[in-house]
């Protein structure tokens, strides 16, 4: 087997630094400036950048190419993989192709429900779930194997994540959900927003209490809010989301010309509590089409410049 390649994300958490990612929503289109003007925004300040995979169930570029095209451009991509649109051997075969350009993340999904998005008839695929395919790219890496038992030639050398909602309920199953995973083969994990503190710190003891923050790398899952109106929505209408009514409440006190101002204090103030919570080993920011806004939250929590690593 030859020697497993770190990405820049691997490599951070590896050496113990506060790893930053963020991402990326791909066009609804063919035009590549789209990705590119997104990712010149961030680029010096994170260390690796996911790109989504049909989110929301709404058709877009596709994952994959849109991580070729930040590759190109020197960045470190997190290729998004959901297993409601391929089955096993598309799956495997993506992964290949992403391999083929030294893309060295992947993060396994099960994608939303195909009736959120453009296309509601479309059928599910689900051939294989996220925990199988979490299992797969560790076959694929580890034993250099595919699922139907044959060697691969220059297997992928993936740093494998999944992603947690620790506030969907029940809330009592979602360590033991997050254990699952872990032994299903994920090396790190990108949470939901987080607004609740109290309760995401709580999981985060729950986490703990079973050793699983010595045996995977949390990423703290952050999005700014816009209006006191997008605070509403995701606290209503969002399902899996917590949003407390003083976050509700706060956002709705400052005039409306403020209240984006108001959302990036609120984020920042969220990454300067969790950086004290023991396993917490970096943030995931999405600035949901609010990229220009990454360089400012990274600059005010101290995490910016990003470390140097071989």
């Not at 396994?108 to 008839?121: E, I, R, T, V």
């Not at 309920?169 to 607004?195: H, M, N, W």
């Not at 899996?240 to 209240?259: N, Y």
Request: charged content about 25%.
């Amino acid at each position: 087997m030859t020697a497993k390649t770190p990405s820049r994300l691997e490599k951070v958490l590896a050496a113990g630094h506060l790893a930053v990612t963020s991402e990326c929503g791909p066009p609804r289109g063919s035009d590549p400036e789209v990705i590119a003007k997104k990712a010149e925004m961030i680029k010096d300040y994170v260390d690796a950048v996911n790109i989504t995979d049909n989110q929301t169930s709404m058709t877009r570029m596709c994952s994959l190419a849109a991580c070729i095209r930040l590759k190109l451009m020197g960045l470190d991509p997190v290729l998004q993989m959901v297993t409601r649109d391929r089955n096993r051997i598309a799956l495997q075969s993506d992964i290949l192709g992403a391999a083929s350009f030294d893309i060295h993340n992947v993060l396994c999904l099960s994608g939303d429900h195909q009736s959120f998005g453009d296309c509601a008839n479309g059928q599910n695929v689900h051939d294989i779930d996220s925990m199988q395919l979490l299992q797969t790219v560790r076959l694929m890496r580890d034993d250099g194997k595919f699922l139907g038992g044959d060697d691969i030639k220059r297997p992928p050398q993936m740093f494998v994540g999944a992603a947690a909602n620790p506030f969907a309920d029940p809330f009592e199953i979602r360590v033991p959900r997050l254990a699952k995973k872990v032994s299903a083969g994920a090396e790190f994990i990108q949470t939901q927003c987080i607004y609740n503190l109290d309760k995401f710190e709580l999981w985060m003891k729950m986490m703990r209490d079973r050793g699983l923050h010595e045996k995977v790398y949390i990423l703290a899952g952050l999005t700014p809010m816009k209006s006191a109106g997008m605070a509403r929505y995701m606290k209503k209408r969002v399902p899996g989301m917590d949003v407390p009514d003083e976050v509700v409440d706060r956002m709705a006190a400052v005039p409306k010309e403020q209240q984006a101002q108001e959302g990036i204090d609120i984020c920042v103030e969220a990454i300067e509590r969790l950086k004290e919570v023991e396993g917490v080993a970096g943030f995931h920011v999405m600035a949901i089409e609010w990229e220009e806004k990454v360089p400012e939250i990274v600059e005010r929590t101290g995490l910016h410049p990003r470390p140097a690593v071989d």
